[in-house]
């Protein structure tokens, strides 16, 4: 469809001129809508409901710029449903209660139904989120909420159980390329004149854009509005757009999941014996203006948990780096701490510790009502001498090799139970060995208890 000028006719409102560009080309209906196949795509369960207006509670999960108070508007539309907005930065119980009354009224006077968006629903507490509870229950509202943070760690259980949650994803490279196609033709018609962008300048805004279509965007408008029109053209350059975005802000939020993604793949790099990605992981962290010292402390716990008796050293040197940032400050502790993480990529790993821990908790739990084996009581009367506390117990010192062969520590119903079970690598390889040779012993001495 033409304009009387011959430009396409995209079916904007000219009223929305003043709007940022992020708001004038936001989608309208499923056809505009760009990205989140996964669930959006044909036949999927999520859009028949909302083409047929039966829409339930959800929430939406996912990074900023993927679309999730766009869908919640259209939803509202196919609803032939109001859309009462709260935001959890900006608003609380009063704000909450208002948009609940606007919803009965609505349904009351107007016969119309409401959805209530409540965007950053995780930063409401846990008594501001029961708030919403019994409105979705007898059908007041349609609840939609929007989160950047996992709904299972930050949300109420019982909004959880009436609300479904649906993940988005941010938007591939081919999603935000036809965002900046449709923004460019929108521009186009709009101011009247070419915008030329070259192919280089267009990978470049893309990547910076990274999945966030609010974010292309802005870069876009940012660019045009310092760029000059010359013969009805407006050439937009790499130039310019790095200028526009400034330094990229690093993506990480203490205590939010990018923080933990980032801590994840810290730990895994460490794991996985790979010392490069372990640095820059761990530089990442540091450049989101991360805690060293959080650092510093899961290398302790890597220590124990997958370098164990492989190389006890290990958790030394954690130690020892942990002190030295505090000693002497970030500049140096850092380093130190990246040296920790360094030799640990490269220790020998074991988890036998960290397993046979697990199973000794678990062995403990389910075997509680055993009793102590006499021998191994403590005489400290003599009555608890007459009742045979310590009787026949075997002083190891006293023994060939400081070595009781044959002896049990366990209750009778679980004797001899093996739980650490060393592997072949670094000094556990010796651990092993000695633990096969004492076995040996074991099963040699007649004097072997509870066999």
Not at 76 to 103: C, F, M, P, Y
Not at 188 to 202: S, V
Not at 261 to 284: C, E, M, N, T
Not at 392 to 420: K, S
Request: glycine share 6%.
């Amino acid at each position: 469809m033409t304009s009387d000028n011959g430009m396409l006719d995209l079916g904007f409102d000219q009223d929305d001129r003043f709007k940022p560009l992020a708001a004038k080309l936001r989608p309208k209906s499923l056809a505009e809508y760009e990205g989140q196949e996964h669930i959006l795509g044909q036949g999927m369960p999520l859009p028949l409901a909302i083409e047929q207006g039966k829409v339930h509670s959800l929430i939406f999960w996912g990074p900023p710029g993927t679309g999730k108070t766009t869908i919640a508007e259209i939803i509202a539309n196919h609803a032939n449903a109001d859309i009462e907005r709260v935001s959890a930065v900006t608003s609380g119980i009063k704000d909450i209660r208002q948009a609940i009354d606007n919803a009965k009224k609505r349904a009351i006077h107007q016969q119309r139904r409401t959805v209530l968006f409540v965007d950053e629903v995780h930063r409401f507490n846990k008594s501001q989120q029961d708030a919403f509870l019994p409105h979705i229950e007898d059908g007041t509202i349609i609840f939609i909420g929007a989160t950047t943070e996992n709904p299972a760690f930050e949300l109420n259980q019982a909004i959880l159980s009436r609300a479904r949650v649906y993940t988005l994803k941010k938007l591939s490279k081919a999603n935000l390329s036809n965002v900046l196609a449709r923004a460019l033709s929108y521009q186009t018609q709009t101011e009247q004149h070419e915008i030329i962008i070259d192919q280089d300048t267009k990978k470049q805004l893309l990547a910076l854009a990274n999945g966030d279509a609010r974010r292309l965007l802005n870069l876009l408008e940012n660019c045009l509005e310092i760029t000059p029109v010359v013969n009805k053209q407006q050439t937009l350059t790499k130039t310019q757009l790095i200028q526009v975005a400034g330094n990229k802000i690093a993506h990480y939020d203490k205590g939010g999941d990018a923080f933990y993604d980032l801590i994840s793949a810290f730990h895994k790099s460490v794991r996985g014996s790979d010392p490069d990605a372990a640095l820059y992981w761990y530089a990442r962290i540091l450049t989101g203006g991360g805690d060293a010292l959080y650092v510093a402390r899961r290398l302790l716990a890597i220590a124990s948990e997958d370098i164990g008796n492989a190389d006890p050293r290990a958790m030394q040197l954690a130690i020892n780096a942990w002190d030295t940032f505090q000693r002497v400050g970030p500049s140096e502790g850092e380093r130190a701490i990246a040296q920790a993480a360094v030799y640990m990529a490269l220790a020998p790993k074991s988890n036998a510790v960290y397993s046979a821990f697990s199973q000794a908790k678990a062995l403990a739990k389910a075997t509680c009502e055993l009793d102590v084996p006499l021998h191994l009581k403590n005489s400290t009367s003599a009555i608890t001498k007459e009742l045979g506390h310590g009787s026949e117990y075997r002083y190891a010192h006293d023994e060939a090799g400081a070595y009781a062969a044959g002896e049990n520590y366990f209750p009778a119903e679980i004797a001899h139970t093996t739980l650490y079970q060393p592997s072949d690598r670094g000094l556990e390889k010796q651990l092993g060995d000695k633990l096969n040779y004492l076995k040996q012993l074991d099963q040699q001495s007649d004097n072997r208890r509870y066999d």
